[in-house]
């Protein structure tokens, strides 16, 4: 069955630490793959998505991801958190129409 | 540009009751669609509008109908609320081009919704 998972429900990381949100799908061919952010009662804003090309995608926020074909992963990366990033987080794939994931909740530590 | 409304904010109804949650977009785009958010289940599609005239359920319609009013404007009514549609709602839109619907999709600002 076509899906999208974040195995991490919840995330913890101080201020200045590195981040990584995991994302897998599992399709029969390669999706549109998306990144968005959600902060607390707002709606969702892209951070960036792949289509083809580069597999190392640059986003708004200084977001990257990364496409990894073999691993079937899109995981979601940032060198240095800072604490407006405490948000969620979504994976979404887009095949014949878009699914999300659960979402990622990052909480960060000062 | 407003992007994406919704109105309203916030609402509560009773079980039984009926609502209409409004959208409207100002990006001029052809596809329009609506979201259920849910503790760790993520968005899950209700219904979409792949263009003005044209309506589709998605993941879980059961329960809501929908309207393109016209190209701006899309929404999603309740006829008899339960419980169960407690839940945070979200509408979209993007272009939806011949392989638009697969594009970035954007976002209001959702409607909380508690059903007692």
């Known amino acids: 069955a076509q899906s999208v998972t974040q195995p991490d429900i919840h995330i913890t990381v101080s201020e200045g630490a590195s981040l990584e949100l995991r994302c897998n799908y599992s399709?029969?061919?390669?999706?549109?793959l998306f990144w968005y952010v959600q902060s607390p009662g707002q709606g969702l804003q892209l951070l960036l998505k792949?289509?083809?090309?580069?597999?190392l995608v640059q986003g708004i926020k200084g977001f990257e991801a990364e496409f990894k074909r073999s691993q079937s992963s899109f995981n979601l990366r940032k060198p240095s958190v800072h604490w407006s990033d405490a948000a969620e987080y979504f994976c979404?794939?887009?095949?014949?129409?878009?699914?999300f994931g659960a979402g990622t909740r990052l909480t960060v530590k000062p | 540009n407003a992007g994406v409304t919704q109105t309203p904010k916030f609402q509560v109804l009773k079980t039984g009751q009926s609502m209409t949650l409004q959208c409207a977009q100002d990006?001029?785009?052809?596809?329009m669609y609506w979201y259920r958010q849910d503790p760790g289940m993520g968005l899950r599609l209700i219904y979409y509008?792949?263009?003005?005239?044209?309506?589709d359920k998605g993941e879980v319609p059961n329960g809501y109908n929908v309207s393109r009013l016209n190209k701006r404007e899309f929404s999603l009514r309740l006829e008899s609320a339960a419980p169960s549609q407690t839940s945070v709602y979200f509408c979209?839109?993007?272009?939806?081009?011949?392989?638009?619907?697969?594009?970035?999709?954007?976002f209001g600002p959702g409607t909380r919704l508690t059903v007692l």
């Open positions: 979404a794939v887009a095949f014949n129409d878009m699914r």
């Open positions: 399709y029969g061919a390669t999706p549109y």
């Open positions: 792949y289509f083809s090309g580069d597999t």
């Open positions: 990006m001029n785009h052809n596809s």
């Open positions: 509008s792949a263009s003005e005239g044209t309506t």
């Open positions: 979209a839109s993007n272009e939806g081009s011949s392989s638009g619907r697969l594009n970035e999709q954007f």
